[in-house]
Nanobody, 123 residues
Framework: QVQLVESGGGLVQAGGSLRLSCAASGSIFSVNDMRWYHQSPGRQRELVADITSGGITNYADSVKGRFTISRDNAKNTVYLQMNSLKPEDTGVYYC?????????????????WGQGTQVTVSS
């Protein structure tokens, strides 16, 4: 079964740090673009950061200079290092990835979502 499994959320005071992880597993032959999204209560899911398989990164303006996305291709894992956290960073963080699936002798690409991990930043 192909899946993305996230970890690393929790409760932290404003100004603190957290590191999120998201690992892809299953019958996959490639992991392409990987992204982190943030969803706060009553709001739409928003893109926070993304990283290509070659390591090119992009960030939302709200997190530039505070968050860093990285990946370990050998482990099929993407990370989000979150520093200088603010109360408005509170919410559920989801990873998303474009995976190359091996289905018997066939291959196809599809997007997958992680289950989400809660981040709560207290003021």
């Amino acid at each position: 079964q192909v899946q993305l499994v996230e970890s690393g959320g929790g409760l932290v005071q404003a100004g603190g740090s957290l590191r999120l992880s998201c690992a892809a597993s299953g019958s996959i032959f490639s992991v392409n673009d990987m992204r982190w999204y943030h969803q706060s209560p009553g709001r739409q899911r928003e893109l926070v950061a993304d990283i290509t398989s070659g390591g090119i990164t992009n960030y939302a303006d709200s997190v530039k200079g505070r968050f860093t996305i990285s990946r370990d291709n050998a482990k099929n894992t993407v990370y989000l290092q979150m520093n200088s956290l603010k109360p408005e960073d509170t919410g559920v963080y989801y990873c998303n990835a474009l995976l190359g699936l091996q289905i018997g002798d066939r291959k196809r690409f599809d997007y997958f979502w992680g289950q989400g991990t809660q981040v709560t930043v207290s003021s």
